[in-house]
């Protein structure tokens, strides 16, 4: 993602939202380090050192994806993650860790995460990662907004049961014989 240019009309340009990231982590020089080379390569890039700050930035911004630390002080990151899903977000979250073990990676993504980078790790495939995670994020939220809606083709009204599909009237359970033109 870049600075691109969508067309509002022949004449004028508006600029393409960049994706909107929020990285939570303890280590000042890693929030540093990935804000400067997330928003170097297209991203909207917000920091924060813990639960509180990831509150107050919350309230102002909407995110596209969280990139959270595991291991925090006074709140961790799966409980901060658990917070964002509990309110309804299905944006993608990425765990960052010094666990490696098999058995926290798993515990990671079973609480929500979409994906765990065990540090160390290089900018570069934070990135790789953000990026799958947006395409394929956009890909289903496009689908859901553009599918139809689903029709509801059985209703019931007091003794009487109309099914459109199966083209059936029932009234009090007992069929009633309609032509197709009588039951439009």
């Given at each position: 993602?870049?600075?691109?240019?969508?067309?509002?009309?022949?004449?004028?340009?508006?600029?393409?939202?960049?994706?909107?990231?929020?990285?939570?982590?303890?280590?000042?020089?890693?929030?540093?380090l990935l804000?400067?080379?997330?928003?170097?390569?297209?991203?909207?890039?917000?920091?924060?050192?813990?639960?509180?700050?990831?509150?107050?930035?919350?309230?102002?911004?909407?995110?596209?994806?969280?990139?959270?630390?595991?291991?925090?002080?006074?709140?961790d990151g799966?409980?901060?993650?658990?917070?964002?899903?509990?309110?309804?977000?299905?944006?993608?979250?990425?765990?960052?860790?010094?666990?490696?073990?098999?058995?926290?990676?798993?515990?990671?993504?079973?609480?929500?995460?979409?994906?765990?980078?065990?540090?160390?790790?290089?900018?570069?495939?934070?990135?790789?990662?953000?990026?799958?995670?947006?395409?394929?994020?956009?890909?289903?939220?496009?689908?859901?907004?553009?599918?139809?809606?689903?029709?509801?083709?059985?209703?019931?009204?007091?003794?009487?049961?109309?099914?459109?599909?199966?083209?059936?009237?029932?009234?009090?359970?007992?069929?009633?014989?309609?032509?197709?033109?009588?039951?439009?």
């Amino acid at each position: 993602p870049t600075g691109k240019t969508t067309e509002k009309s022949a004449d004028n340009a508006i600029p393409e939202r960049l994706p909107k990231i929020l990285i939570v982590d303890d280590d000042p020089r890693l929030r540093d380090l990935l804000r400067r080379y997330l928003g170097e390569n297209g991203f909207s890039v917000n920091v924060a050192d813990g639960a509180q700050n990831m509150d107050r930035l919350w309230l102002r911004e909407r995110f596209d994806a969280l990139v959270l630390d595991l291991m925090m002080p006074r709140m961790d990151g799966i409980t901060m993650m658990m917070k964002v899903r509990e309110k309804g977000y299905d944006f993608p979250v990425i765990m960052l860790s010094a666990k490696s073990e098999e058995v926290d990676k798993i515990m990671g993504l079973n609480m929500g995460a979409d994906d765990y980078i065990t540090k160390p790790f290089t900018p570069l495939e934070l990135l790789a990662r953000v990026n799958s995670h947006l395409r394929r994020y956009n890909r289903y939220r496009e689908a859901i907004a553009s599918a139809e809606p689903v029709k509801d083709t059985y209703h019931v009204l007091g003794g009487i049961e109309l099914n459109e599909e199966t083209v059936e009237v029932f009234v009090d359970g007992a069929p009633v014989g309609l032509t197709p033109p009588s039951f439009l």
